[in-house]
């Protein structure tokens, strides 16, 4: 089946350093999803891409779809510590499946004031 | 809006006893999930409702049922808990519509089974 690999799976940065992560598959997604988990608490959708190419911004967060439609990135700048938490991407199963979403397993951002 | 919720927030069993997580949304979703999180794991689809009046199995269905009871709620059953059921259960919905899957999620059931 689909899968999704996240990377890094971790990592430890400095307050006010930029972050930056991604997410690869060998399948090609045609929207990708990017939420984040604060500890004890659900996903929250942070930035959807529906397009190869697009470049989406939501604040200090910036979002890519990779030209292959096989990989996405997350860039975050100037990080806070309320930046912490577990990044996920996501991605639609492809035709009758669409319905259900892949996850890749997360990576976990820690913010050191 | 209160988006998606979820009763109860905490739960802990014994091996074989029985309940029912409630989920429900008022965003006018159609499709709505039930996952799992387990430690190294993310989030595993237990089952889904596409729209009102179906269900469908995910990756991970044994041990549960599920009833979408209207558009609004879907409800997460199990039977005979087992420790392995121990774990966070997340609810979601979205509107699916077009290109359009954006699921948005509940705060979590944390459910322990001893």
């Known amino acids: 089946g689909q899968q999704l690999n996240q990377s890094p799976q971790s990592m430890f940065i400095q307050e006010g350093e930029d972050v930056s992560m991604n997410c690869t598959s060998s399948?090609?997604?045609?929207?990708w999803l990017w939420y984040k988990q604060d500890p004890g608490e659900g996903p929250v959708l942070l930035i959807a891409?529906?397009?190869?190419?697009e470049l989406t911004s939501n604040g200090r967060l910036t979002a890519q779809f990779g030209i292959t439609r096989k990989d996405s990135f997350l860039n975050i700048s100037a990080s806070i510590p309320s930046d912490v938490g577990i990044y996920f991407c996501?991605?639609?199963?492809?035709?009758?499946?669409?319905?259900?979403?892949?996850f890749g397993k997360g990576t976990k951002l820690s913010v050191i004031p | 809006n209160a988006g998606v919720t979820q009763t109860p927030k905490f739960q802990v069993l014994k091996t074989g006893q029985s309940m029912t997580l409630q989920c429900a949304q008022d965003?006018?979703?159609?499709?709505m999930y039930w996952y799992r999180q387990d430690p190294g794991m993310g989030l595993r689809l237990i089952y889904y409702?596409?729209?009102?009046?179906?269900?469908d199995k995910g990756e991970v269905p044994n041990g549960y049922n599920v009833s979408r009871l209207n558009k609004r709620e879907f409800s997460l059953r199990l039977e005979s808990a087992a420790p392995s059921q121990t774990s966070v259960y997340f609810c979601?919905?979205?509107?699916?519509?077009?290109?359009?899957?954006?699921?948005?999620f509940g705060p979590g059931t944390r459910l322990t089974v001893l």
């Open positions: 996501a991605g639609p199963h492809s035709g009758a499946g669409s319905y259900q979403l892949t």
């Open positions: 965003m006018n979703h159609n499709s």
């Open positions: 891409l529906y397009k190869a190419g």
């Open positions: 409702s596409a729209s009102e009046g179906t269900t």
């Open positions: 399948s090609i997604f045609n929207t």
């Open positions: 979601a919905s979205a509107l699916f519509r077009g290109p359009n899957n954006e699921q948005f």
